[in-house]
């Protein structure tokens, strides 16, 4: 295992639904990152937490709402979700926000109806 | 916008064949290159890495190369066994960046 735990590993919502990811990193990383993967596509990278502090926010829509409550934890919550936003969500952790390596949790596959 | 094309999207080979997979970046300030292996239900895992201050890095099975001046790199994987079936994803970034920029994937599949 990475060190990288995601849950839960599989989301089924509705579009008026609102539901929360949640990532827990073990490494004693001080970086996490949100990514979107979708088929045939580059990973997108949602947003980046550095030392608790959000750092990137690509742009991305405000149904999708972040938070770190420390160092080990992340979160997404997510709120009147789009079909297209079908996707694997995933998390990762790096040891700062330039640091090389970055290691994965297994994903959310998350489907919206 | 920063871009990395991956080829090819797919690709089959037998088992104990070699296999190359190609990428090309745009930022000419990229000086770091790693090459994740994605497989089944799984985040990706790096599994090999390298800087602009070399040109080639090998672990076992696996080599990087790097063209720096035609703004290539390429993952070299020889004598392929069934367990190096997975979608592979090359990236770049510069070391000041928290940012890598990822290739589409390429589906590995070995045939045995």
């Known amino acids: 295992e990475t060190g990288v735990t995601q849950t839960p590993r599989h989301l089924v919502m509705g579009m008026t639904n609102k539901k929360s990811l949640k990532c827990e990193q073990h490494?004693?990383?001080?970086?996490m990152y949100w990514y979107k993967q979708s088929a045939k596509k580059p990973l997108e990278l949602m947003f980046v937490?550095?030392?608790?502090?959000?750092?990137e926010n690509n742009s991305v829509p405000s149904r999708f709402s972040p938070e770190c409550p420390n160092s080990s934890h992340l979160f997404l919550h997510l709120h009147t979700l789009q079909p297209e936003d079908s996707a694997l969500y995933l998390c990762?952790?790096?040891?700062?926000?330039?640091?090389?390596?970055?290691?994965f949790g297994p994903g959310t596959r998350l489907t919206v109806l | 916008g920063e871009n990395v094309e991956q080829h090819p999207s797919t690709l089959s080979v037998q088992e104990g064949d070699s296999a190359v997979i190609k990428c090309t970046y745009s930022?000419?300030?990229?000086?770091?290159f790693p090459w994740y292996k994605q497989e089944l239900g799984k985040g990706p895992q790096l599994i090999i890495d390298?800087?602009?201050n070399v040109g080639e890095k090998k672990d076992q099975r696996i080599a990087v190369t790097l063209n720096k001046t035609a703004k290539h790199f390429s993952l070299h994987i020889t004598e392929t066994q069934p367990e190096d079936s997975a979608v592979y994803f090359c990236?770049?970034?510069?070391?000041?960046?928290?940012?890598?920029?990822w290739g589409a994937g390429t589906k590995l599949i070995i045939k045995p």
């Open positions: 930022d000419s300030a990229s000086n770091y």
């Open positions: 490494l004693g990383h001080n970086a």
């Open positions: 990762a952790s790096s040891q700062e926000k330039t640091g090389s390596e970055q290691f």
């Open positions: 937490y550095s030392l608790e502090e959000r750092v």
């Open positions: 990236a770049a970034k510069r070391d000041s960046n928290y940012q890598l920029i």
């Open positions: 390298i800087r602009s």
